[in-house]
Protein backbone atom coordinates (compact mmCIF):
# COMPACT_ATOMS: atom_id res chain seq x y z
CA UNK A 1 0.00 0.00 0.00
CA UNK A 2 1.75 3.16 -1.21
CA UNK A 3 -0.59 5.52 1.05
CA UNK A 4 2.65 7.46 2.92
CA UNK A 5 1.46 6.26 6.35
CA UNK A 6 2.56 2.76 6.36
CA UNK A 7 6.32 2.60 5.55
CA UNK A 8 7.23 -1.18 5.84
CA UNK A 9 6.36 -3.81 3.81
CA UNK A 10 5.95 -5.78 6.88
CA UNK A 11 2.95 -3.49 7.94
CA UNK A 12 1.69 -3.32 4.51
CA UNK A 13 0.99 -6.60 4.43
CA UNK A 14 0.09 -7.02 7.78
CA UNK A 15 -2.79 -4.54 6.84
CA UNK A 16 -3.62 -6.53 3.20
CA UNK A 17 -4.00 -9.81 5.72
CA UNK A 18 -6.47 -8.53 7.81
CA UNK A 19 -8.91 -6.94 5.17
CA UNK A 20 -11.23 -9.83 4.70
CA UNK A 21 -11.66 -8.85 8.74
CA UNK A 22 -12.25 -5.44 7.55
CA UNK A 23 -14.68 -6.60 5.16
CA UNK A 24 -16.72 -8.66 7.03
CA UNK A 25 -16.81 -6.25 9.80
CA UNK A 26 -18.37 -3.07 6.94
CA UNK A 27 -20.98 -5.84 5.63
CA UNK A 28 -22.11 -7.00 9.60
CA UNK A 29 -22.19 -3.14 10.08
CA UNK A 30 -24.46 -2.32 7.09
CA UNK A 31 -26.71 -5.29 8.07
CA UNK A 32 -27.07 -3.99 11.39
CA UNK A 33 -27.66 -0.57 9.94
CA UNK A 34 -30.68 -2.14 8.00
CA UNK A 35 -32.26 -4.34 11.06
CA UNK A 36 -32.62 -1.01 12.88
CA UNK A 37 -33.95 0.93 10.15
CA UNK A 38 -35.62 -0.50 7.37
CA UNK A 39 -35.73 -4.31 7.59
CA UNK A 40 -39.41 -5.74 7.66
CA UNK A 41 -39.84 -7.58 11.00
CA UNK A 42 -40.68 -10.60 9.25
CA UNK A 43 -36.41 -10.61 8.66
CA UNK A 44 -35.48 -10.71 12.11
CA UNK A 45 -35.09 -14.56 13.03
CA UNK A 46 -32.74 -14.95 9.81
CA UNK A 47 -31.24 -11.93 10.31
CA UNK A 48 -29.84 -12.56 13.63
CA UNK A 49 -28.72 -16.30 12.20
CA UNK A 50 -26.79 -14.82 9.61
CA UNK A 51 -24.99 -12.27 11.91
CA UNK A 52 -24.36 -15.22 14.10
CA UNK A 53 -22.75 -17.06 11.63
CA UNK A 54 -20.71 -14.11 10.26
CA UNK A 55 -19.30 -13.28 13.54
CA UNK A 56 -18.15 -16.79 13.96
CA UNK A 57 -16.45 -16.17 10.38
CA UNK A 58 -14.98 -13.34 11.41
CA UNK A 59 -13.12 -15.03 14.59
CA UNK A 60 -12.24 -17.56 12.31
CA UNK A 61 -10.64 -14.93 9.50
CA UNK A 62 -8.95 -13.00 12.51
CA UNK A 63 -7.22 -16.29 14.23
CA UNK A 64 -6.34 -17.92 10.93
CA UNK A 65 -2.26 -18.82 10.63
CA UNK A 66 -1.79 -16.20 8.19
CA UNK A 67 -2.74 -13.19 9.69
CA UNK A 68 -1.08 -14.41 12.78
CA UNK A 69 2.59 -14.93 10.65
CA UNK A 70 2.11 -11.30 9.41
CA UNK A 71 1.29 -10.00 12.93
CA UNK A 72 4.74 -11.99 14.09
CA UNK A 73 6.40 -10.41 11.32
CA UNK A 74 4.98 -7.04 11.88
CA UNK A 75 6.39 -6.90 15.69
CA UNK A 76 9.83 -7.88 14.76
CA UNK A 77 10.68 -5.16 12.67
CA UNK A 78 12.31 -1.77 14.23
CA UNK A 79 11.33 1.71 13.80
CA UNK A 80 7.73 1.62 12.81
CA UNK A 81 5.82 5.00 12.70
CA UNK A 82 3.28 5.73 14.92
CA UNK A 83 0.70 4.66 12.57
CA UNK A 84 2.99 1.38 12.13
CA UNK A 85 2.69 1.19 15.46
CA UNK A 86 -1.08 1.47 15.82
CA UNK A 87 -1.51 -0.99 13.15
CA UNK A 88 0.34 -3.69 15.04
CA UNK A 89 -1.25 -2.97 18.62
CA UNK A 90 -5.37 -2.53 17.54
CA UNK A 91 -4.48 -5.80 15.59
CA UNK A 92 -2.61 -8.03 18.24
CA UNK A 93 -5.22 -6.15 20.81
CA UNK A 94 -8.16 -8.00 19.04
CA UNK A 95 -6.56 -11.39 18.21
CA UNK A 96 -5.04 -11.22 21.58
CA UNK A 97 -9.51 -10.91 22.96
CA UNK A 98 -10.83 -13.20 20.19
CA UNK A 99 -8.35 -15.87 21.04
CA UNK A 100 -8.54 -15.77 25.37
CA UNK A 101 -12.16 -16.22 25.28
CA UNK A 102 -12.48 -19.68 24.24
CA UNK A 103 -15.34 -20.29 21.28
CA UNK A 104 -17.34 -22.84 23.10
CA UNK A 105 -17.89 -20.12 25.76
CA UNK A 106 -18.28 -17.33 23.05
CA UNK A 107 -21.23 -19.55 21.41
CA UNK A 108 -23.04 -19.70 24.73
CA UNK A 109 -22.39 -15.92 25.40
CA UNK A 110 -24.05 -15.16 22.38
CA UNK A 111 -26.90 -17.56 22.65
CA UNK A 112 -27.54 -16.11 26.28
CA UNK A 113 -27.38 -12.87 25.50
CA UNK A 114 -30.24 -13.26 22.37
CA UNK A 115 -32.56 -14.87 24.72
CA UNK A 116 -31.90 -12.64 27.61
CA UNK A 117 -32.54 -9.95 25.67
CA UNK A 118 -36.03 -11.71 24.51
CA UNK A 119 -36.55 -12.26 28.28
CA UNK A 120 -35.83 -8.31 29.03
CA UNK A 121 -38.31 -6.74 26.54
CA UNK A 122 -41.07 -9.36 27.84
CA UNK A 123 -39.83 -7.91 31.40
CA UNK A 124 -40.05 -4.42 30.61
CA UNK A 125 -43.09 -4.90 29.25
CA UNK A 126 -44.54 -6.54 32.35
CA UNK A 127 -43.10 -4.53 34.83
CA UNK A 128 -41.76 -8.09 35.99
CA UNK A 129 -38.26 -8.57 37.45
CA UNK A 130 -38.78 -12.13 37.87
CA UNK A 131 -38.74 -13.01 34.32
CA UNK A 132 -35.59 -11.42 33.77
CA UNK A 133 -33.85 -12.49 37.48
CA UNK A 134 -32.69 -16.16 36.07
CA UNK A 135 -31.09 -14.95 32.32
CA UNK A 136 -29.80 -12.01 34.82
CA UNK A 137 -27.96 -14.70 36.98
CA UNK A 138 -26.50 -16.14 34.04
CA UNK A 139 -25.21 -13.13 32.58
CA UNK A 140 -23.51 -11.96 36.19
CA UNK A 141 -21.72 -15.74 36.05
CA UNK A 142 -20.88 -15.47 31.94
CA UNK A 143 -19.68 -11.67 32.60
CA UNK A 144 -17.24 -13.00 35.39
CA UNK A 145 -16.10 -16.25 33.34
CA UNK A 146 -15.46 -13.95 30.57
CA UNK A 147 -12.91 -11.67 32.45
CA UNK A 148 -11.29 -15.10 33.95
CA UNK A 149 -10.62 -15.74 30.60
CA UNK A 150 -9.13 -12.64 29.91
CA UNK A 151 -7.24 -12.78 33.00
CA UNK A 152 -7.22 -9.64 35.17
CA UNK A 153 -5.38 -7.73 37.90
CA UNK A 154 -6.49 -6.12 41.28
CA UNK A 155 -10.03 -6.62 40.42
CA UNK A 156 -12.06 -8.52 37.70
CA UNK A 157 -13.71 -5.83 37.09
CA UNK A 158 -10.42 -4.31 34.98
CA UNK A 159 -11.11 -6.85 32.24
CA UNK A 160 -14.37 -6.51 31.07
CA UNK A 161 -13.84 -2.58 31.76
CA UNK A 162 -10.40 -2.85 29.38
CA UNK A 163 -12.81 -4.29 26.63
CA UNK A 164 -14.91 -1.27 25.92
CA UNK A 165 -12.42 1.23 26.99
CA UNK A 166 -8.94 -0.21 26.47
CA UNK A 167 -6.61 0.36 29.61
CA UNK A 168 -9.00 1.76 31.89
CA UNK A 169 -8.89 0.24 35.25
CA UNK A 170 -11.20 0.82 38.44
CA UNK A 171 -8.94 3.37 40.08
CA UNK A 172 -9.45 5.69 37.12
CA UNK A 173 -13.16 5.14 37.45
CA UNK A 174 -13.52 5.57 40.72
CA UNK A 175 -10.85 8.47 40.87
CA UNK A 176 -13.39 10.09 38.46
CA UNK A 177 -16.22 9.64 39.94
CA UNK A 178 -14.91 10.96 43.96
CA UNK A 179 -14.29 13.94 41.74
CA UNK A 180 -17.31 14.36 40.33
CA UNK A 181 -20.11 13.21 42.48
CA UNK A 182 -19.92 15.32 46.02
CA UNK A 183 -19.61 18.48 43.46
CA UNK A 184 -22.53 17.53 41.10
CA UNK A 185 -24.71 17.33 44.24
CA UNK A 186 -23.46 20.92 46.14
CA UNK A 187 -24.62 22.17 41.93
CA UNK A 188 -27.23 20.46 41.65
CA UNK A 189 -28.80 21.74 45.29
CA UNK A 190 -27.76 25.39 44.23
CA UNK A 191 -29.29 25.43 41.09
CA UNK A 192 -32.43 23.86 42.16
CA UNK A 193 -33.06 26.63 44.69
CA UNK A 194 -32.11 29.43 42.50
CA UNK A 195 -34.73 28.31 39.93
CA UNK A 196 -32.39 30.03 37.11
CA UNK A 197 -32.67 26.73 35.27
CA UNK A 198 -36.36 25.37 35.34
CA UNK A 199 -37.70 21.65 36.84
CA UNK A 200 -40.41 22.08 34.13
CA UNK A 201 -40.86 24.00 30.88
CA UNK A 202 -44.36 24.45 29.23
CA UNK A 203 -42.75 23.48 25.95
CA UNK A 204 -41.89 19.51 27.16
CA UNK A 205 -45.68 19.33 26.41
CA UNK A 206 -46.26 20.68 22.95
CA UNK A 207 -46.55 18.86 20.05
CA UNK A 208 -44.84 19.13 16.32
CA UNK A 209 -45.20 17.93 13.61
CA UNK A 210 -42.84 15.10 12.21
CA UNK A 211 -42.39 16.49 8.88
CA UNK A 212 -41.41 20.06 10.83
CA UNK A 213 -39.02 18.47 13.05
CA UNK A 214 -37.72 16.78 9.95
CA UNK A 215 -37.01 19.68 8.10
CA UNK A 216 -35.19 21.57 11.14
CA UNK A 217 -33.22 18.40 12.13
CA UNK A 218 -31.98 18.62 8.30
CA UNK A 219 -31.20 22.50 8.43
CA UNK A 220 -29.16 22.29 11.96
CA UNK A 221 -27.29 19.25 10.55
CA UNK A 222 -26.28 21.50 7.65
CA UNK A 223 -25.54 23.76 10.46
CA UNK A 224 -22.87 21.73 11.98
CA UNK A 225 -21.96 20.75 8.48
CA UNK A 226 -22.36 17.16 8.38
CA UNK A 227 -21.60 16.41 4.35
CA UNK A 228 -24.72 14.51 3.27
CA UNK A 229 -22.81 13.19 0.19
CA UNK A 230 -21.38 10.47 3.38
CA UNK A 231 -24.02 10.38 5.30
CA UNK A 232 -27.88 10.19 5.99
CA UNK A 233 -30.13 10.61 8.43
CA UNK A 234 -33.07 7.98 9.30
CA UNK A 235 -35.29 7.09 11.90
CA UNK A 236 -34.73 4.07 14.60
CA UNK A 237 -36.49 3.04 17.72
CA UNK A 238 -32.90 4.47 19.79
CA UNK A 239 -30.82 6.63 17.47
CA UNK A 240 -27.34 5.81 16.87
CA UNK A 241 -24.61 6.19 14.44
CA UNK A 242 -23.02 3.54 12.32
CA UNK A 243 -19.93 3.48 10.28
CA UNK A 244 -19.46 1.77 7.50
CA UNK A 245 -16.40 3.83 6.38
CA UNK A 246 -14.59 7.01 6.27
CA UNK A 247 -16.90 7.82 3.65
CA UNK A 248 -20.26 6.37 4.95
CA UNK A 249 -21.26 7.37 8.29
CA UNK A 250 -24.77 7.42 9.16
CA UNK A 251 -26.88 8.89 11.62
CA UNK A 252 -30.55 8.39 13.04
CA UNK A 253 -32.93 10.33 15.39
CA UNK A 254 -36.55 9.60 16.51
CA UNK A 255 -39.73 11.45 16.71
CA UNK A 256 -41.81 11.02 19.96
CA UNK A 257 -44.37 13.90 18.17
CA UNK A 258 -43.86 16.38 21.48
CA UNK A 259 -41.14 18.13 23.64
CA UNK A 260 -38.67 18.65 20.56
CA UNK A 261 -35.55 19.12 21.97
CA UNK A 262 -34.86 15.43 22.26
CA UNK A 263 -35.45 14.61 19.06
CA UNK A 264 -33.29 17.42 18.06
CA UNK A 265 -30.41 16.91 20.48
CA UNK A 266 -30.24 13.36 19.68
CA UNK A 267 -29.86 14.58 16.07
CA UNK A 268 -26.75 16.70 17.51
CA UNK A 269 -25.45 14.02 19.72
CA UNK A 270 -25.35 11.37 16.86
CA UNK A 271 -23.39 14.18 14.84
CA UNK A 272 -20.86 14.27 17.70
CA UNK A 273 -20.52 10.33 16.63
CA UNK A 274 -20.55 10.91 13.24
CA UNK A 275 -18.33 13.65 12.54
CA UNK A 276 -15.52 11.76 14.64
CA UNK A 277 -15.40 8.79 11.86
CA UNK A 278 -15.81 11.32 8.70
CA UNK A 279 -12.72 13.14 10.42
CA UNK A 280 -10.37 10.44 10.67
CA UNK A 281 -7.35 10.34 8.21
CA UNK A 282 -8.46 8.88 4.55
CA UNK A 283 -5.10 7.04 4.38
CA UNK A 284 -6.53 4.80 6.78
CA UNK A 285 -9.23 3.81 4.93
CA UNK A 286 -10.47 0.45 4.95
CA UNK A 287 -7.52 -0.26 8.27
CA UNK A 288 -8.59 -1.29 11.39
CA UNK A 289 -7.26 2.65 12.59
CA UNK A 290 -10.36 4.13 10.39
CA UNK A 291 -12.26 3.92 13.91
CA UNK A 292 -12.57 6.10 16.84
CA UNK A 293 -10.12 5.16 20.01
CA UNK A 294 -12.76 4.17 22.19
CA UNK A 295 -16.25 4.34 23.62
CA UNK A 296 -15.41 7.08 26.28
CA UNK A 297 -13.51 9.03 23.35
CA UNK A 298 -16.14 8.64 21.35
CA UNK A 299 -18.77 9.85 23.86
CA UNK A 300 -16.62 12.61 24.61
CA UNK A 301 -17.30 13.79 20.72
CA UNK A 302 -21.21 13.29 21.15
CA UNK A 303 -21.12 14.29 24.39
CA UNK A 304 -19.13 18.14 23.17
CA UNK A 305 -21.26 19.10 20.24
CA UNK A 306 -25.03 17.95 21.87
CA UNK A 307 -24.34 19.35 25.56
CA UNK A 308 -20.95 21.61 25.34
CA UNK A 309 -21.69 23.59 21.87
CA UNK A 310 -24.96 22.35 21.52
CA UNK A 311 -26.65 23.41 25.01
CA UNK A 312 -24.71 26.78 24.87
CA UNK A 313 -26.64 30.12 24.61
CA UNK A 314 -24.79 31.03 21.94
CA UNK A 315 -25.52 27.68 19.35
CA UNK A 316 -29.40 28.54 20.85
CA UNK A 317 -29.28 31.73 18.86
CA UNK A 318 -27.58 30.12 15.74
CA UNK A 319 -30.16 27.68 15.07
CA UNK A 320 -32.90 29.94 16.80
CA UNK A 321 -33.93 31.25 13.05
CA UNK A 322 -33.91 27.57 11.70
CA UNK A 323 -36.48 26.78 14.81
CA UNK A 324 -38.91 29.47 14.47
CA UNK A 325 -38.97 29.23 10.64
CA UNK A 326 -40.66 25.10 11.43
CA UNK A 327 -41.82 25.83 14.52
CA UNK A 328 -44.39 28.30 14.71
CA UNK A 329 -45.38 27.43 18.59
CA UNK A 330 -42.27 29.28 19.43
CA UNK A 331 -43.32 32.70 18.76
CA UNK A 332 -44.35 34.01 22.22
CA UNK A 333 -40.66 32.43 23.46
CA UNK A 334 -37.51 34.35 23.42
CA UNK A 335 -34.06 32.71 22.91
CA UNK A 336 -33.87 33.25 25.98
CA UNK A 337 -36.48 30.78 27.26
CA UNK A 338 -35.66 28.48 24.83
CA UNK A 339 -32.24 28.16 26.16
CA UNK A 340 -33.33 27.19 29.55
CA UNK A 341 -35.83 24.60 27.95
CA UNK A 342 -32.60 22.89 26.08
CA UNK A 343 -31.31 23.61 29.62
CA UNK A 344 -34.03 22.03 32.13
CA UNK A 345 -32.35 20.69 35.37
CA UNK A 346 -34.99 17.70 37.01
CA UNK A 347 -33.77 14.62 38.91
CA UNK A 348 -35.70 11.85 37.04
CA UNK A 349 -35.52 7.93 37.28
CA UNK A 350 -34.70 7.32 33.41
CA UNK A 351 -30.88 7.83 32.34
CA UNK A 352 -31.80 8.92 28.59
CA UNK A 353 -33.85 11.33 29.65
CA UNK A 354 -31.20 12.83 32.43
CA UNK A 355 -29.93 16.28 32.25
CA UNK A 356 -26.04 16.90 32.50
CA UNK A 357 -25.94 17.82 35.90
CA UNK A 358 -27.65 14.25 36.88
CA UNK A 359 -26.27 11.74 34.27
CA UNK A 360 -23.42 10.58 36.02
CA UNK A 361 -25.31 9.74 38.97
CA UNK A 362 -27.26 7.46 36.71
CA UNK A 363 -24.15 6.12 35.80
CA UNK A 364 -22.17 5.63 39.12
CA UNK A 365 -25.24 4.06 40.16
CA UNK A 366 -24.57 1.13 37.39
CA UNK A 367 -20.99 1.28 37.88
CA UNK A 368 -21.29 0.59 41.35
CA UNK A 369 -23.83 -2.53 41.28
CA UNK A 370 -21.81 -4.11 38.08
CA UNK A 371 -18.64 -4.53 40.13
CA UNK A 372 -20.07 -5.57 43.15
CA UNK A 373 -21.76 -8.38 40.76
CA UNK A 374 -18.80 -9.03 39.27
CA UNK A 375 -16.78 -9.49 41.96
CA UNK A 376 -19.41 -12.25 43.62
CA UNK A 377 -20.38 -9.29 46.31
CA UNK A 378 -24.26 -9.64 45.32
CA UNK A 379 -26.93 -11.41 43.20
CA UNK A 380 -29.17 -11.29 40.44
CA UNK A 381 -32.03 -11.43 43.37
CA UNK A 382 -29.91 -7.95 45.54
CA UNK A 383 -30.00 -5.24 42.33
CA UNK A 384 -34.16 -3.92 42.41
CA UNK A 385 -33.58 -3.51 46.04
CA UNK A 386 -30.08 -2.12 45.56
CA UNK A 387 -31.16 0.25 42.40
CA UNK A 388 -33.98 1.90 44.38
CA UNK A 389 -32.14 2.88 47.44
CA UNK A 390 -29.44 3.66 45.91
CA UNK A 391 -31.71 6.04 43.52
CA UNK A 392 -33.07 7.51 46.34
CA UNK A 393 -29.34 7.98 48.10
CA UNK A 394 -28.33 9.51 44.98
CA UNK A 395 -31.15 11.77 43.44
CA UNK A 396 -33.71 11.86 45.89
CA UNK A 397 -36.52 9.76 43.75
CA UNK A 398 -37.35 6.22 44.20
CA UNK A 399 -38.99 3.74 40.87
CA UNK A 400 -42.19 2.77 41.44
CA UNK A 401 -42.01 -0.57 39.51
CA UNK A 402 -39.31 -2.10 37.76
CA UNK A 403 -39.84 -0.71 34.21
CA UNK A 404 -38.19 2.83 35.95
CA UNK A 405 -36.03 1.24 37.82
CA UNK A 406 -33.64 -1.60 36.98
CA UNK A 407 -35.27 -2.87 34.13
CA UNK A 408 -34.58 0.54 32.17
CA UNK A 409 -31.77 -0.20 30.19
CA UNK A 410 -30.96 -2.62 27.19
CA UNK A 411 -27.26 -3.24 28.10
CA UNK A 412 -27.18 -5.59 31.03
CA UNK A 413 -29.11 -8.01 29.13
CA UNK A 414 -26.94 -7.77 25.72
CA UNK A 415 -24.47 -8.64 28.38
CA UNK A 416 -22.51 -5.38 28.22
CA UNK A 417 -20.77 -4.96 31.58
CA UNK A 418 -18.59 -2.71 31.79
CA UNK A 419 -19.95 -0.25 29.39
CA UNK A 420 -21.83 2.22 31.49
CA UNK A 421 -18.18 4.17 32.48
CA UNK A 422 -17.27 4.91 29.09
CA UNK A 423 -20.34 7.66 29.35
CA UNK A 424 -19.45 9.57 31.99
CA UNK A 425 -15.36 9.34 31.25
CA UNK A 426 -17.14 10.66 27.72
CA UNK A 427 -19.11 14.01 29.49
CA UNK A 428 -15.71 14.27 31.39
CA UNK A 429 -13.15 14.32 28.43
CA UNK A 430 -15.60 16.34 26.75
CA UNK A 431 -15.78 19.34 29.49
CA UNK A 432 -11.99 18.78 29.14
CA UNK A 433 -12.04 19.23 25.77
CA UNK A 434 -14.19 22.66 26.04
CA UNK A 435 -11.26 23.76 28.93
CA UNK A 436 -8.52 23.84 26.03
CA UNK A 437 -10.43 24.89 23.20
CA UNK A 438 -11.25 28.07 25.77
CA UNK A 439 -7.75 28.40 26.26
CA UNK A 440 -6.15 27.56 22.64
CA UNK A 441 -9.36 29.24 20.40
CA UNK A 442 -10.51 31.86 22.88
CA UNK A 443 -13.44 30.81 24.25
CA UNK A 444 -15.52 28.21 22.94
CA UNK A 445 -19.24 30.30 23.49
CA UNK A 446 -18.56 32.84 20.88
CA UNK A 447 -17.07 30.20 18.35
CA UNK A 448 -20.82 28.26 19.08
CA UNK A 449 -22.21 31.32 17.76
CA UNK A 450 -21.85 30.83 14.15
CA UNK A 451 -20.79 28.63 11.17
CA UNK A 452 -17.23 29.57 11.13
CA UNK A 453 -17.08 29.30 14.45
CA UNK A 454 -18.65 25.60 14.35
CA UNK A 455 -15.86 25.11 11.01
CA UNK A 456 -13.10 26.06 13.83
CA UNK A 457 -14.15 23.64 16.33
CA UNK A 458 -14.32 20.85 13.34
CA UNK A 459 -10.67 21.52 12.76
CA UNK A 460 -9.44 22.20 15.82
CA UNK A 461 -11.04 18.29 17.10
CA UNK A 462 -10.33 16.89 13.21
CA UNK A 463 -6.63 18.07 13.92
CA UNK A 464 -6.17 17.07 17.27
CA UNK A 465 -8.41 14.00 17.55
CA UNK A 466 -9.99 12.24 14.67
CA UNK A 467 -6.93 12.26 12.09
CA UNK A 468 -5.63 9.60 14.35
CA UNK A 469 -8.44 7.00 14.27
CA UNK A 470 -7.50 4.29 16.64
CA UNK A 471 -3.58 5.06 16.09
CA UNK A 472 -3.07 5.45 19.86
CA UNK A 473 -4.69 4.28 23.13
CA UNK A 474 -7.52 6.08 24.32
CA UNK A 475 -5.34 7.82 27.54
CA UNK A 476 -2.64 8.34 25.65
CA UNK A 477 -4.49 10.18 23.19
CA UNK A 478 -6.17 12.58 25.77
CA UNK A 479 -2.59 13.30 26.70
CA UNK A 480 -1.46 13.77 23.22
CA UNK A 481 -4.54 16.30 22.05
CA UNK A 482 -5.46 18.03 25.52
CA UNK A 483 -1.72 18.27 26.77
CA UNK A 484 -2.87 16.36 30.01
CA UNK A 485 -4.42 13.11 31.28
CA UNK A 486 -7.70 12.89 31.78
CA UNK A 487 -8.74 15.38 34.18
CA UNK A 488 -12.16 15.69 36.22
CA UNK A 489 -11.79 18.83 37.80
CA UNK A 490 -12.50 20.68 34.15
CA UNK A 491 -15.99 18.66 34.32
CA UNK A 492 -16.88 20.18 37.84
CA UNK A 493 -15.57 23.69 36.71
CA UNK A 494 -17.43 23.50 33.80
CA UNK A 495 -20.70 22.65 35.30
CA UNK A 496 -20.06 25.38 38.04
CA UNK A 497 -19.39 28.20 35.36
CA UNK A 498 -22.35 26.81 33.61
CA UNK A 499 -25.08 25.96 36.21
CA UNK A 500 -23.95 28.22 39.21
CA UNK A 501 -23.19 30.86 36.23
CA UNK A 502 -20.06 32.23 37.75
MG1 LIG B 1 -23.55 8.14 22.28
Known sequence: MKSGVFEHQEIAELVEAYRPVWALGHALSLMSWDSETYMPRGGVEER????????????????????????????????????????????????????????????EFSRL?????????EAKAKDDYSIFKPYMEKIIEYARKIADSLGWEGHPYNALLDLYEEGLRVEDVDRIFDAIIPESKAVLEKVRSSGY???????????????????????????????????????????????????????????????????????????????????????????????????GVHESQSRFWENVVGRSREFTGLISPVLRRHLSFLKGYSDEELYRYFNIVRPGLIRVEADELTYNFHIYLRYRLEKMMVAGEIKAGDLPELWNSMMEELLGVKPKGYRDGVLQDIHWSHGSIGYFPTY????????????????????LEKLAGSEEGLARLREFLADRIHRWGSTFPPKELVKRALGEPINPEYFNSYIRSKFLRD
Do not use: C
Not at 68 to 74: C, D, G, Q, S, V
Not at 424 to 441: C, M, P, W
Open 48 to 107: ALAKAELQVLRRKLLLRDELKKALERAKSVEGLNEYEEGIVRVIEREVRIASSIPEKLLY
Open 424 to 443: TLGNVIAAQIKAKVDSELGG
Open 197 to 295: FPERHPLEEVEYRRQDMEAVNREVLDVLGYPWDRGRLDVSPHPFTISMGVGDVRITTRYEGRDFRHTLFAVIHEFGHALYELQVDPRLKATPLAGGASL
Open 113 to 121: REEATHAWR
